[in-house]
């Protein structure tokens, strides 16, 4: 494993503290040697006022406004930046689990992911917005390109508790109405809920002309159900308790885990949708190539 | 009971081993480990799914594990399903052969039960506890063996009553020959119920070496064994071992009497022999002598393990007529063989008939004048003298009672016409002694036809035949190592003249191979000088030469009076022994022909039975085969006129062959006694009283199979285990 690449695997990067060595590592590892983003986005055209959510860059603060009416309201441009980057990061309990294979939990992993592409995406010049969600929208961050903007990024991330139920559906319809512009939203998600209303989130995603990549993050243990004793599997997101012979459940359980991952795969195939399955266990390099093709598709659209 | 079923019920304890998988699988349940589990929707489809097929495989599997426990422990158990009739074939009638040794050694009373009761309660048991159409025998291993129920009885109720009823006899059990009865019994019963399918064979015994190895050897061995091979072929063989291993044992072995004769007013010594079979040394125990039933003598005397001591008691009798001595030791365990008893005719005087086969009138001239003197030398100094000869001619032979007297000495006579010969032979059977001697009037072939012939064995007098007489000069006689008691007082007493008796013309005598017959004194040339034969209940004596100076100088010689004396004690040695039987031998004699028509014996026990007469006129027989056990038996209206009685006694005594306890181990049962036979040996049944119960009977070879199950379940086992654990690759 050459220096740089140890960077990419978990076990390496949950020695590190804090996110944004982290997101560093990954894309020092990933990207080392490769060309700036040839795409400079710019724009002069002024668009529309918006109200400042945390995290906006002050630079945009329409001053004048703000003298008058003692609120803060930003100028938005049209173009700001050629490509804009939604990270849609679940935060949901499910996120929490973490087994003994797995050196991160599945939040933690796609905390490093996210972290790791709003780092490359700023790299580039590109502007990255970042959602942080349950059964609701806990915090959105406008996409900004700024390269301060990954501090606020990465604050909202750390800050982020895992301790409520997921849903989806609603969320992706809620957030596919309010992000504006054009761009590609990723998404970061166990997607441990209502598959076919996880799918009609997309489809409006889709419908509102996002490119849509799903990195499904999974534990290695949900995927392979490796438990050989009786063991009492405590439900989270408020699923009751089960005593089990894992042995005897595991042909059953991996049946149907299998079928759910199938749905959607199909899903987002029917959506146009990438999907990346992320094993926590596996290095994050998978995440970033997938990614940056989708990016490329993207640009040269 | 339940616990009945079973041959080592104590196993039964580990039943409670079925419980482990079961525990196994709670603790499981409660040491399990605890996660938190994000895709719990798709468990939880899973176990919805599946919860049914889980619950069933998880079931079977601790089933088939509790069972494969409860298998195992069973076999090693031994189950017995003779209550419910499972044996080997299901609901068959059975037939069952009981046999009880009703050897003596079964009377040893370890506790408040002797053994023999013991038996008695597992037969009852056996009964009560099998199925409604068994059919049972009832065989006594005894000596000889005694069939009781010989072909199946159906009604358990009759049965138990002969069960109950069975009393143990006082003497030894003959194996080999109850073995063939009940080979017969098996054949009769296959032959006439075909519907009692199978056969059962119960030996209650407690494997007494005596019993169970006795010294046989060759044919007899082969035969046994290959009789034993069939039964076990043919029938389920169940040994039941009710004998203790360390059992101690003290037994009165002998009673004897010195003198072959006793008479009143003779000091007498009367022998017991006493032997410990046990391991212990036995200190202080009390020896008593009664006579007629009252206490005349005691010792206390110390028997090491293992060893004998000869006790002796002089005794004088005061009155004439059968005496009954009975020696007996401290009771033990085993009382049967603890006493011994003797039936003694005391004699008011020996009465001898003296036959002069040439009479004289010159002193001494006669054949019979110097035996006379010899029989009773101190005769006329003495109030009463001990012997009382009777001289008669040839002639008054047939006139004379003959059972009047003890002994008659034939001397000279010239020959013997067919009646005479009659009743000489009939005198011999009753008990009688005859002492011939010859001379110059001895006719040999009259002797040889009439007294010797050698194909009428029944009719036999003499105990060798006559040749020719042979006269040459012989100065000294040949003792022949003083082997035969008639010589053995001679022993180391050279002044006595045995070894110098001259003898200058005798008889050249032949003895019959194949005979009893013993040459008890030989003329230093080695021809036989006298010779002796029991013949009948009697015996017979024969001396070569004469009784007075014709051919011998003997008369004048010192061992004359000896030589004479003990010819009178050896002729008259029959009538103690034949009062005096073992258990099993059969009481009788001549029936005096004053006497009735019956004779009555009186038990030790007190009842009384009959005797069988057989013969008519002169000659009737009786005779009492049931002498079971030991004691004193009386004979009434069979005395003889000479004991001026009514009855008469017989002593029967025990075998104390029977009094070694000692016993044959299940190594040596299977390895010496029935090599190769399929048979069942059953000795747990003593380890408490509570076990008796318990007693099962019969061995069957169902826990072969649960072996066999419990193989199957651990293939099942194994494959559901791989089965339900395939869900988890």
């Known amino acids: 494993m050459d220096a740089y690449q140890k960077y990419l695997d978990p076990r390496t990067l949950a020695r590190l503290h804090g996110l944004e060595l982290r997101a560093r590592s990954i894309v020092e590892g990933y990207v080392a040697g490769m060309h700036r983003s040839p795409y400079h986005g710019f724009s002069v055209e002024f668009a529309e006022h918006r109200e400042y959510v945390p995290g906006d860059d002050l630079r945009y603060v329409d001053w004048k406004v703000f003298g008058k009416t003692d609120k803060i309201y930003l100028k938005q441009y049209e173009e700001e930046t050629n490509l804009v980057c939604y990270l849609l990061l679940d935060t949901s309990e499910s996120m929490r689990y973490k087994s003994e294979q797995a050196a991160l939990s599945k939040l933690e992993y796609a905390q490093c992911v996210a972290a790791a592409l709003a780092y490359l995406t700023l790299q580039q010049q590109d502007s990255v917005g970042l959602a942080t969600f349950d059964q609701e929208v806990r915090t959105l961050l406008r996409p900004s390109g700024n390269p301060s903007h990954l501090k606020q990024l990465l604050h909202v991330m750390e800050e982020s508790r895992a301790d409520r139920k997921t849903s989806t559906g609603p969320i992706f319809h809620d957030l596919a109405e309010r992000l504006k512009k054009r761009g590609i939203v990723v998404i970061l998600s166990d997607l441990f809920d209502d598959v076919p209303a996880m799918l009609s989130g997309l489809k409006h995603f889709r419908h509102r002309r996002h490119e849509v990549v799903v990195f499904h993050v999974l534990d290695p243990a949900e995927l392979d159900f490796p438990f050989q004793r009786t063991t009492l599997f405590k439900g989270l997101e408020q699923l009751p308790d089960v005593l089990s012979d894992p042995r005897a459940l595991r042909k059953a359980y991996l049946a149907e885990f299998q079928a759910f991952i199938r749905q959607v795969q199909l899903g987002c195939r029917a959506q146009r949708a990438d999907y990346v399955q992320l094993r926590t266990d596996q290095p994050l390099d998978l995440a970033l190539s997938s990614y940056l093709s989708s990016r490329l598709t993207r640009a040269t659209q | 009971m339940l616990l009945g079923l079973w041959v080592h019920p104590a196993m039964l304890g580990w039943l409670a081993a079925a419980g482990v998988p079961l525990l196994i699988h709670l603790l499981n349940r409660r040491r399990h480990r605890e996660i938190e589990w994000a895709a719990m929707q798709y468990l939880l489809a899973a176990i919805r799914k599946n919860s049914r097929r889980l619950k069933i495989e998880q079931w079977l599997l601790l089933a088939v594990r509790t069972l494969l426990v409860v298998a195992i422990v069973a076999a ?18 059975t037939h069952k052969v009981l046999v009880m040794d009703a050897s003596y050694s079964m009377a040893y009373k370890p506790a408040d039960r002797s053994r023999f009761d013991r038996a008695k309660q ?39 009553g002969e069960i109950a009823a069975l009393k143990i006899t006082h003497g030894g059990a003959d194996l080999a020959a109850t073995l063939a009865k009940i080979e017969q019994i098996l054949q009769a019963a296959r032959r006439e119920y075909p519907r009692l399918g199978q056969q059962q064979v119960f030996f209650l015994s407690d494997l007494g070496r005596t019993t169970w190895a006795p010294d046989a050897t060759g044919a007899a061995v082969a035969e046994f064994r290959e009789r034993s091979q069939r039964l076990g072929d043919a029938a389920v063989m169940t040994v039941i071992d009710l004998g203790q291993s360390a059992a101690e044992n003290m037994a009165v072995e002998q009673l004897r009497l010195a003198d072959p004769i006793v008479t009143v007013g003779q000091e007498t010594q009367l022998a017991a022999e006493v032997r410990n079979f046990g391991r212990q040394p036995k200190s202080r125990q009390m020896l008593e002598l009664l006579i007629d039933g009252r206490r005349a003598a005691d010792r206390v005397i110390d028997l090491p393990p293992g060893g004998r001591v000869t006790v002796g008691f002089p005794h004088r009798f005061d009155a004439p007529g ?30 001898v008939l003296c036959v002069d086969g040439r009479p004289s009138g010159g002193e001494f001239k006669s054949a019979t004048d110097y035996l006379a003197v010899a029989l009773s030398p101190a005769a006329g100094q003495q109030l009463r003298a001990r012997v009382r000869p009777e001289v008669v001619s040839e002639r008054a032979l047939l006139d004379a009672d003959l059972t009047h ?27 009688g002694g005859l002492v011939f001697f010859l001379g110059p009037q001895v006719m040999a072939d009259n002797y040889n036809r009439q007294l010797a012939h050698p194909t009428a064995e029944d ?57 009893r017959a013993q040459v008890a ?31 011998t100088a003997m008369p004048m010689w010192p061992s004359y009076v000896p030589i004479v004396q003990e010819l009178l004690m050896l002729a008259t040695r029959g009538q103690i022994p034949e009062h005096n039987v073992l258990v099993g031998q059969t009481l009788g004699g001549l029936l005096p022909s004053a006497s009735g028509q019956s004779v009555d014996i009186r038990l030790p026990a007190g009842e009384t039975k009959r005797a069988t007469v057989t013969g008519d006129g002169a000659e009737r027989y009786w005779s009492f085969p049931d002498t079971a056990t030991s004691g004193i038996f009386q004979a009434q209206g069979a005395a ?19 009094s070694d306890l000692t016993q044959v181990d299940a190594e040596e049962l299977s390895r010496d006694v029935w090599p190769g036979v399929r048979y069942y040996h059953r000795t747990n049944w003593q380890n408490s009283d509570a ?37 988890a690759r």
């Open chain 2, 76 to 93: 090693v158990a031994e189950p017995v399903l003779e209550r419910s009739g499972l044996l080997t074939r299901i609901g068959q009638p």
């Open chain 2, 122 to 160: 597992l037969a009852e048991q056996i009964v009560a506890e099998s199925s409604q159409g068994d059919g049972f025998t009832l065989v006594l291993l005894a000596d000889p063996p005694q069939v009781i129920v010989g072909t199946p009885s159906f009604a358990p109720t009759e049965f138990l």
């Open chain 2, 322 to 351: 059968d005496h009954a001595v009975e020696l007996r030791l401290a009771a033990d365990l085993l009382d049967v063989d603890n006493h011994r008893y003797l039936a003694l005719p005391v004699k008011d005087q020996i009465r």
């Open chain 2, 405 to 431: 007297f003890d002994c008659v000495f034939l001397c000279d006579v010239a020959q013997f016409t067919d009646r005479e010969a009659r009743v000489l032979r009939s005198y011999l059977n009753w008990g």
């Open chain 2, 459 to 515: 009719h036999r007098v003499l105990p060798a035949q006559l040749l020719r007489p042979v006269e040459e000069a012989h100065y000294g006689l040949n003792p022949l190592q003083y082997r035969h008691p008639l010589v053995t007082a001679f022993r180391d007493q050279e002044q006595a003249g045995l070894l110098t008796t001259p003898v200058h013309k005798y008889f050249k005598l032949q003895v019959p191979e194949k005979s």
């Open chain 2, 521 to 551: 004194v030989a003329l230093d040339g080695g021809d036989p000088f006298i010779v002796e034969e029991p013949l009948g209940r009697g015996r017979s004596i024969l001396v070569a030469t004469t009784a007075d100076a014709t051919w």
């Open chain 2, 640 to 658: 003889r006129p000479a004991n001026q009685a009514t009855s008469e006694s017989f002593a029967v005594n025990v075998n104390t062959v029977e």
């Open chain 2, 691 to 727: 076990a008796v119960d318990a007693e099962i009977v019969v061995r069957s070879r169902l826990h072969l199979w649960l072996l066999w199950l419990a193989l199957a379940l651990v293939v099942t086992e194994s494959f559901l285990t791989w089965f339900t654990g395939r869900q």
